[in-house]
């Protein structure tokens, strides 16, 4: 197998682009790929500041790294959950890289600002863990988005991510968020723009682009994720990609293209207001995450209080 770009030996091939690459020419590719899909889905500017969500694991590492090498201001937001080990670990990575790039990491915890992390706070919730955990982390995303001043936040979400959503979505004809599956989800009532650079690539490219670039990653899964069900939607379009290369591509890309227009009519209807609590936008008086708190017994404004503290430096 010869590299598409030099002809010399290929370490990676790229089956549903009939392609191969070297070392250099792969990270060449991958960058050229984030680059475009910054530019086709109207992402972001040069000029803009990008608040990367880093997890310590390697989409979001990777991402931050193809970012600043583009030349984009990217500073990272790394949300430390209190998650065991899993937690402490993940936080690490994202320090080190942090540090080797000399770029800037504000790490939010939840153990810090409420002397209770993720386990506590799910047990107390009566929602699954893992739709506790997502609203803590969007909200904790927007809110330093906004606080900050950032114009995005890009989150590490890949192609099997976001066709495993999608095939979800659709299994369950959660019409409400296929108006709103999107690599760019532009501001709207408070709400930070939200884009997904990495949704034209794949986790085994992101993996390669790391062991390349000698980036250092959290090779663990969340402990909590197991038995999730978009696992299950992974293997079975690994199965249908793996006998058709492009399977995913098709599915996901095509429906941005051709699909999405069909559910658009939905997500029009949505309005939104601030909450009560927090001014954070919400459907309803009191946000999700207000709610949430205040039904454990957490104060939801000491967490708006940190995030201020932090992005105006008065650690
Ligand atoms: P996941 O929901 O774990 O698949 O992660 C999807 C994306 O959310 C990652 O690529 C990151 O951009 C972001 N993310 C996940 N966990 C964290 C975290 N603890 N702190 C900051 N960002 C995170
Ligand atoms: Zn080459
Ligand atoms: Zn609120």
Sequence with gaps: MKCLKCGQRACFEIRRHRAAF???????????????????FKMFLPKDRILVAVSGGKDSLALWDILLDLGYDAEGLYIHLGIGSYSDKSCEMAEKFAALR????????????FGEGMEYIARKSYKSFCST???????????????GNFDAVA????????SA??????????????????????????????????CRLTEREMA????????EYILDECPMSEGASSLKYKEALNLLEASSPGTKDQFYLGFLERGQKFF?????????????????????????????????????????NAIQEKMSGIE
């Design 22 to 40: 070297c070392q250099e020419h792969l990270i060449e590719h991958l960058r050229t790929q984030v680059e475009r899909a910054i530019k086709k």
């Design 102 to 113: 000399g770029a800037t990491l504000y790490t939010i915890s939840l153990k810090e600002i």
């Design 133 to 147: 955990c997502g609203l803590i982390k969007r909200y904790v995303m927007n809110l330093t988005a906004k606080l």
């Design 155 to 162: 989150t590490g979400h890949n192609l099997d991510d976001e």
């Design 165 to 198: 959503a999608l095939l979800g979505n659709v299994m369950h004809w959660q019409v409400g968020y296929l108006a709103r599956q999107a690599p760019n989800m532009p501001e709207r009532g408070g709400l930070a723009r939200k884009v997904k650079p990495l």
């Design 208 to 215: 390669a682009y790391c062991v390349v670039k000698g980036i």
């Design 264 to 304: 658009k009519k939905v997500e029009e209807e949505i309005e939104l207001k601030n909450c009560l609590k927090c001014g954070q936008p919400t459907t309803a008086e009191i946000c999700s995450f207000c709610r949430q708190m205040e039904r454990i017994g957490f104060d939801p404004l000491a967490l708006k």
